[in-house]
C-alpha cells in the first residue's frame, strides 16, 4: 500500500472502501509500527500528554471556580432547608392575647410600636393581629415575621415577673451584692435589654418584673431557670439566664411561655432553636455547615448541644468560624428594637 497514494486519494474513496484498505495487512502493520514507535518515543522522553481543558469543556462542565461556586450553592441551599424552612416552624406556645395584654399594661405603646413598623414598610394584617388580637393561635416563626416576634417576646420577657429578672445576673453580674433594692434596679436598667427597650410607655424600669402575664408554678420557674442557663446566643457569651441583650430577655419571654402551657423540655430547647436560627440566621448556617464538614447531619445532633456555649455562644462561634468559611450574612436582627 502507497501512502501517498491513500493521501491524495482519500477524500475521493467511499466509506467501503476505506474499510477495506483498514483492513488490509500492510495498512495495520504501518498501523502497529507507527503505535509501537510513539509508545517508545513517550517512554523514553518521559513527554506529558496530559490534556487541557479546552473551550468547549469549559462551556459544559465549567471552569474549577465555576464548579466550586455550584457545589457551594447547592450545599447552601439543602442547608437553609434544614435550618430554615421556607414556611417557618410553628411554635408549641399559643399566643393568645398577650399582645394585647402587653398594650395595655404600657410594656408596649401601641403608637410607637407602629410607627416604627410603619418606617420599615408597614405591618400586615397578622402582624397587627399578634399585637392587638384575643384568640391567636401557635406562634410560628419565619424568615418574614423573626423581628416582629423578636420584639414582642422581648416586651413579654422584660415585663413578666420571674426571678430571674429579680435575683439572677441581671442584678448581680459582677458578683456584688447591691446596696440597696434601688441600686441594683438602676443597674439593672443599664443594659441593653433594659436601657435599650425604648417602646414602653413611661419608663422601662417601671415595667421590669412587673406584670403577670404568664404565673409559672415553682416546678415551671425551675424548668425555666434549668433551660435558660443552656440556652446560649451568638452575639456575646451569656446565656439566656443573663437576659443583657434583647435576644435573651425575648427567649426568656419564650421559656416562660412555653414552660406555662406544660411544653416539654425537650421540645423547649427545639423550639429555642428554631427561634435561635431565624434570628441570627448566617451563625446557625455556618454551625450547620461546621458540623456537616464534621460528619454530622443537623437533624442528628441535639437542639441543647448546639445551644450550648461550645457552638452558640460568641466565643464558641468564634471559634467555628476559624475552622470553616463562614456563610455570607443573611438578613437577621440586631440587638436594637
Given at each position: 500500500?502507497?501512502?501517498?497514494?491513500?493521501?491524495?486519494?482519500?477524500?475521493?474513496?467511499?466509506f467501503?472502501?476505506?474499510?477495506?484498505?483498514?483492513?488490509?495487512p500492510?495498512?495495520?502493520?504501518l498501523?502497529?509500527?507507527?503505535?509501537?514507535?510513539s509508545?517508545?518515543?513517550?517512554?523514553?522522553?518521559n513527554?506529558d500528554v496530559?490534556?487541557k481543558?479546552?473551550?468547549?469543556?469549559?462551556?459544559?462542565?465549567?471552569?474549577?471556580?465555576?464548579r466550586?461556586?455550584?457545589?457551594?450553592?447547592?450545599?447552601?441551599?439543602?442547608?437553609?432547608?434544614?435550618?430554615?424552612?421556607?414556611n417557618?416552624?410553628?411554635?408549641?406556645?399559643?399566643?393568645?392575647?398577650l399582645?394585647?395584654?402587653l398594650?395595655?399594661?404600657?410594656?408596649?405603646?401601641?403608637?410607637?410600636?407602629?410607627?416604627?413598623?410603619a418606617?420599615?414598610?408597614?405591618?400586615s394584617?397578622?402582624?397587627?393581629?399578634?399585637?392587638?388580637?384575643?384568640?391567636?393561635?401557635?406562634?410560628?416563626?419565619?424568615q418574614e415575621?423573626?423581628?416582629?416576634?423578636?420584639?414582642?417576646?422581648?416586651?413579654?420577657?422584660?415585663g413578666?415577673k420571674?426571678?430571674i429578672?429579680?435575683?439572677?445576673?441581671?442584678m448581680t453580674?459582677d458578683?456584688k451584692?447591691p446596696?440597696?433594692?434601688?441600686?441594683a434596679?438602676?443597674k439593672?436598667?443599664?443594659?441593653?435589654?433594659?436601657?435599650?427597650?425604648?417602646?414602653?410607655?413611661?419608663?422601662?424600669?417601671?415595667?421590669?418584673?412587673?406584670?403577670?402575664?404568664?404565673?409559672?408554678?415553682?416546678?415551671?420557674?425551675?424548668?425555666?431557670?434549668?433551660?435558660?442557663?443552656?440556652?446560649?446566643?451568638?452575639?456575646?457569651g451569656?446565656?439566656?439566664?443573663?437576659?443583657?441583650?434583647?435576644h435573651?430577655?425575648?427567649m426568656?419571654?419564650?421559656?416562660e411561655l412555653?414552660?406555662?402551657?406544660?411544653i416539654?423540655?425537650?421540645?423547649?430547647?427545639k423550639?429555642?432553636l428554631?427561634?435561635?436560627?431565624?434570628?441570627?440566621?448566617?451563625?446557625?448556617?455556618?454551625?450547620?455547615?461546621?458540623?456537616?464538614?464534621?460528619g454530622?447531619?443537623?437533624?442528628?445532633?441535639?437542639?441543647?448541644?448546639?445551644?450550648g456555649?461550645?457552638?452558640?455562644s460568641?466565643?464558641g462561634?468564634?471559634?467555628?468560624?476559624?475552622?470553616?468559611?463562614?456563610?455570607k450574612?443573611?438578613?437577621?436582627?440586631?440587638?436594637?428594637?
Amino acid at each position: 500500500m502507497n501512502i501517498k497514494f491513500l493521501k491524495d486519494n482519500l477524500k475521493r474513496i467511499s466509506f467501503n472502501q476505506l474499510a477495506l484498505i483498514v483492513k488490509k495487512p500492510a495498512f495495520l502493520g504501518l498501523l502497529s509500527v507507527f503505535l509501537a514507535v510513539s509508545v517508545a518515543v513517550y517512554a523514553f522522553l518521559n513527554l506529558d500528554v496530559r490534556v487541557k481543558r479546552g473551550p468547549l469543556l469549559t462551556v459544559l462542565f465549567g471552569s474549577d471556580e465555576m464548579r466550586k461556586q455550584r457545589f457551594a450553592e447547592k450545599q447552601l441551599v439543602q442547608l437553609e432547608a434544614a435550618v430554615l424552612p421556607s414556611n417557618g416552624m410553628v411554635l408549641p406556645a399559643v399566643w393568645g392575647d398577650l399582645g394585647s395584654q402587653l398594650v395595655e399594661a404600657g410594656v408596649i405603646d401601641a403608637e410607637k410600636f407602629e410607627k416604627l413598623y410603619a418606617s420599615r414598610g408597614g405591618m400586615s394584617e397578622e402582624d397587627k393581629k399578634l399585637l392587638y388580637g384575643k384568640d391567636n393561635g401557635n406562634l410560628k416563626i419565619t424568615q418574614e415575621n423573626s423581628g416582629l416576634l423578636l420584639n414582642l417576646l422581648w416586651a413579654l420577657g422584660l415585663g413578666n415577673k420571674n426571678e430571674i429578672l429579680e435575683k439572677g445576673p441581671m442584678m448581680t453580674y459582677d458578683g456584688k451584692t447591691p446596696a440597696s433594692p434601688a441600686g441594683a434596679l438602676a443597674k439593672a436598667g443599664q443594659f441593653a435589654s433594659t436601657g435599650g427597650w425604648t417602646l414602653a410607655r413611661g419608663d422601662t424600669m417601671n415595667h421590669y418584673s412587673m406584670h403577670r402575664f404568664v404565673d409559672l408554678t415553682p416546678e415551671q420557674e425551675e424548668l425555666v431557670k434549668r433551660v435558660s442557663q443552656g440556652v446560649y446566643r451568638p452575639c456575646c457569651g451569656n446565656p439566656t439566664h443573663f437576659p443583657d441583650c434583647n435576644h435573651g430577655m425575648a427567649m426568656l419571654g419564650l421559656l416562660e411561655l412555653m414552660a406555662s402551657q406544660g411544653i416539654s423540655e425537650q421540645d423547649m430547647y427545639k423550639s429555642a432553636l428554631a427561634v435561635n436560627s431565624f434570628w441570627f440566621p448566617s451563625n446557625y448556617l455556618t454551625i450547620a455547615k461546621y458540623l456537616e464538614a464534621k460528619g454530622f447531619t443537623w437533624d442528628k445532633v441535639g437542639p441543647k448541644a448546639i445551644l450550648g456555649a461550645n457552638f452558640s455562644s460568641g466565643s464558641g462561634y468564634a471559634q467555628i468560624r476559624s475552622e470553616v468559611e463562614p456563610v455570607k450574612p443573611k438578613s437577621g436582627g440586631g440587638c436594637g428594637v
